[in-house]
């Protein structure tokens, strides 16, 4: 229900490639070592590789890699789809942006989690209407109001977690 982060660095291959996959955000190291392995030992990418990947990663790009197993670097990664950063200290730049998502709301937080686990599989208008639920649970809860308050004052906000 809340956000997830990977710090990925070494060998990310077959399985781990797909844990990789289902963070919200993925902070690679450029010398990591990725591949989709499966076809190498003549199975197939599952643990949701697919339903993972995509929105991701471009069809044409997820086929060449799933038929090849070719490995790619952490480098290559952000321009294959795999990842939001690359970095040469993952665990860092993961630690950075955690401590900066921690500082807000975590009602909202919930609230944007669940429209991103959907967004991608229903209508436009069915996702209007999630929008539109969620937006009327937040506006003028006690979180909300705190964060307006702590960016107005150029505070750190105080929430509550429900």
Known sequence: PVPVI????????????QIASGADIRVIDPTARMAVMELKWGL????????????LVRDDVLRELTYTNREFTG?????????TYVDPNPVARAMAIAADIANRNPTAQRAAKRLFNRYLEVGTDEILMAESVEQQALIG???QIEAVMSQMEKRKGEFVDP
């Open 6 to 17: 990977a710090a990925v660095h070494g060998v990310c291959f077959g399985g781990g490639l």
């Open 44 to 55: 197939v990418p599952d643990m949701g590789g697919y339903a993972l990947w995509k929105g």
């Open 75 to 83: 480098a290559e990664a952000k321009d294959l789809g795999f990842a």
């Open 141 to 143: 809860s006690k979180n």
